[in-house]
């Protein structure tokens, strides 16, 4: 891993031990209706292509856990010449799957999301772009392999933390996609990812640090009363300037907080703070 690698306090730890758990019978009913979505998936034919098809998977992998879909806003993609670079606050592997619920668009995801077992082949197949998030060489063909989707009227779904947190939206944005919107003439589209059990925020369907892929996926069977929100915000407009500023108003959106005001050449300003669940577990690095 390089100095500049994207970093999360977030482990295991952070998740909630004390979350509300369903019935053993819902639970069996759940992994078993799990295993046959997927399994349905993996046998269809050739790739996902068809958009209302990735929709209806991944709906339906969410109906099999019984994790509840909120969506709060209007669409992921923005009318126009070209597609839309669609951002969001990384929490869980079920982030994808509820992204792709609202509006199947290109996902942007690291190397390992393809390995992990029954979810990451369903991915694949549904058009994922990988990239390996460490190598630094890499990035430059990356930023153009994005900025060549959005010119050609396809959206692209970024998670621009670099790394999952247990909550919230903790840690910058980093700035290189943001820059292949700038270079395609592209809209941003922040969109803020949240958990709950009930109506009480939850870290149970964090995914985070050394974590275990089939852990995580024991958690979330088990949970009782799961539900993802994805508020999708007003788009920001195409316009030359700077990736650093766009990526901290978009922060901003997906964070809920004022934006930052525009740079004076000449004075620095700190970043800003995470904003999100504050914990000592999940704010101090372990």
């Keep these: 891993m390089n100095a500049w690698a994207a970093r999360s306090p977030c482990d295991p730890r952070c998740v909630a031990a004390d979350a509300a ?3 053993a019978p819902r639970v069996l009913r759940r992994t078993a209706a799990f295993g046959r979505v997927v399994a349905g998936a993996l046998a269809a034919p050739g790739r996902l292509g068809d958009p209302e098809v990735v929709r209806a998977r991944a709906q339906a992998v969410l109906d099999a856990l019984d994790v509840r879909l909120e969506h709060r806003g209007g669409t992921l993609g923005e009318p126009g010449p070209t597609g839309t670079l669609v951002v969001a606050n990384h929490i869980s592997w079920l982030d994808v799957i509820a992204l792709l619920a609202v509006e199947p668009v290109t996902m942007l995801a690291k190397n390992q999301v393809g390995d992990w077992p029954l979810v990451g082949p369903l991915v694949k197949r549904a058009g994922t772009m990988f990239i390996d998030r460490d190598s630094l060489r890499e990035l430059p063909g990356t930023v153009a392999r994005i900025a060549d989707r959005l ?17 919230g939206t903790g840690g910058p944005f980093r700035r290189a996609a943001f820059q292949a919107a700038l270079d395609a003439g592209a809209p941003v589209r922040p969109v803020t990812l949240d958990y709950f059990q009930r109506r009480d925020p939850t870290t149970v369907a964090a995914f985070v640090g050394e974590d275990d892929f089939a852990r995580s996926l024991g958690r979330v069977i088990r949970a009782a009363d799961l539900r993802v929100r994805v508020t999708v915000h007003r788009a920001l407009p195409p316009a030359p300037g700077d990736r650093r500023a766009l990526a901290a108003r978009a922060r901003a959106a997906v964070a809920g907080t004022p934006a930052p005001p525009a740079r004076v050449p000449g004075i620095r300003r700190s970043a800003p703070p995470p904003v999100g669940l504050r914990t000592p577990d999940l704010w101090t690095p372990g």
């Excluded at 010119?151 to 909550?167: H, K, L, N």
Aim: charged share 15%; hydrophobic share 40%.
């Design 151 to 167: 010119r050609a009227g396809r959206s692209v779904m970024v998670f621009p933390q670099g790394v999952t947190w247990c909550y």
């Design 21 to 23: 758990r369903a019935p």
